[in-house]
Every structure is written in structure tokens, then in C-alpha cells.
């Protein structure tokens, strides 16, 4: 069975810092990640997709990286603001369309 | 407007009661899904849909039902509500791009609290 794992659960940082969220996988047969993003009260909004043949995927000062192998994925954001604070998730894909498996989050807060 | 909507929002109600979670989408997907989502659990699948006439059982589907009333719509049931299952209940859909799925797409979510 499939387990997400993301650490640290939570984080705070002061605005203008570089950060890294860690995601881990426990089963790499993975046919993509997803990485959303959680405000509250909100839906989720997704950020970037990764396919299990790709190393990484950016958008803006978003970077994701994917290490099948390893059963890890980064998102890595630059240049933090305030407005980045929410909690973000991953979740891996096993098949084409089918039922995504989660981490549980990691909440970010930028202090001004 | 919201590609993906789900009504209500906010909803308490008491232990023992039938409620339904509705959900609907203008994407013109042909796959649905319903989550719920606890604190420090992050998201879990309790029912998905290929296409009107498929309904699958995802990993926590006991004390839950599903309906696809159409491709548009996908309703969750609980038909006695206990309070373990408040939680945040999220639907999202899935279409094919180039014959591949991707993306899944997530509705607001509903809020339910079972006293």
C-alpha cells in the first residue's frame, strides 16, 4: 500500500527566504505527482504535475523536483511572501486517472 | 464561474440523519472522485466514477454511498451519520487530454460536523 509522507508538518519563515517542502513515497511505481496548494477554508489548487518520466517541473518561483527511484519529491519556493502561506500537499498517482494518495500537508507560514 | 462546485458548503447536522453532498462540474470530465480530508490526514479517497455506469469503492467507503445522476453529477450520501465522519469533503474530476488522464481538479469543499 502506497504511503505519503511530507515533513516537516510545519513551517514558518521569515519573508524573502528560499524554502524546500520534502515529500516521500513509499512505492515508486508511480505514474505522476501532484503538488496543491491548501488555503483555508479553500479547495485545492493545483500547482505543478510531475510525470514519473520527469526530473522536475517549474512555475514561477516554484520548482518541483521528482526522484522516482528514491520514492522523493521536492517543491522548492523562492523568494517567499506572505502570500505563500497556506499548507501544501502531495499526492502521487498510481495509474492514469485513478485515486490519488496523499501526504498530510505541510502548513507554511512567511512572516512579514 | 467555478468548474467545479459543491453544494452545501457548510452543513450540520445530527447523528442518525440521511444527508447528501452534492457535486457538479462543467468540465465535461468523465471521471469523479470524492474525498474527505482530517486534520493531519491529508485527503482520502472514499468513492470514484470512470463514467455514469461505473462506481468504484475507493479506500474508506463504508458508511457511504455514491450516485451519477449524469457525467455533471456525482452526489455523496451518508445515510445515518455518526460524528467520526465530520470532516471536510472534497470532490474533484478528471478528464483525458491527448488520451491520457493528468490532472485532477478540486471543488470547494463542504464542511460537514456531525453532533
Known amino acids: 500500500k502506497q504511503e505519503v509522507t511530507q515533513i516537516p508538518a510545519a513551517l514558518s519563515v521569515p519573508e524573502g527566504e528560499n524554502l524546500v517542502l520534502n515529500c516521500s513515497f513509499t512505492d515508486s511505481a508511480i505514474y505522476n505527482l501532484q503538488w496543491f496548494r491548501q488555503d483555508p477554508g479553500k479547495g485545492l489548487t493545483s500547482l505543478l504535475l510531475i510525470q514519473s518520466s520527469q526530473r522536475e517541473q517549474t512555475s514561477g518561483r516554484l520548482n ?9 519529491s521536492t517543491l522548492y519556493i523562492a ?28 502548513r507554511l507560514m512567511v512572516k512579514p | 464561474d467555478a468548474d467545479v462546485t459543491q453544494t452545501p458548503r457548510n452543513r450540520i447536522t445530527k447523528t442518525g440523519k440521511r444527508i447528501m453532498l452534492e457535486c457538479s462540474q462543467t468540465k465535461g470530465h468523465d471521471r469523479m472522485y470524492w474525498y474527505r480530508q482530517d486534520p493531519g490526514l491529508g ?38 451519520a455518526i460524528p467520526n465522519q465530520t470532516a471536510l469533503y472534497f470532490c474533484a474530476t478528471s478528464g483525458a487530454t491527448s488520451g491520457t488522464y493528468n490532472e485532477q481538479f478540486f471543488g470547494p469543499g463542504t464542511r460537514l460536523t456531525v453532533l
Do not use: H, W
Not at chain 1, 83 to 106: E, H, I, Q, R
Not at chain 2, 54 to 66: C, L, Q
Open chain 2, 43 to 80: 485527503l482520502r479517497l472514499i468513492y470514484y466514477s470512470f463514467d455514469v455506469k461505473d462506481i468504484n469503492k475507493g479506500e474508506i467507503s463504508d458508511g457511504y454511498s455514491v450516485s451519477r445522476q449524469a457525467q455533471a453529477k456525482f452526489s455523496l450520501s451518508l445515510e445515518s
Open chain 1, 64 to 72: 518541483a523536483s521528482l526522484d522516482k527511484s528514491s520514492g522523493r
Open chain 1, 79 to 106: 523568494a517567499s511572501q506572505p502570500g505563500d502561506s497556506a499548507t501544501y500537499l502531495c499526492a502521487v498517482n498510481k495509474g492514469p486517472g485513478n485515486m490519488l494518495t496523499f501526504g498530510g500537508g505541510t
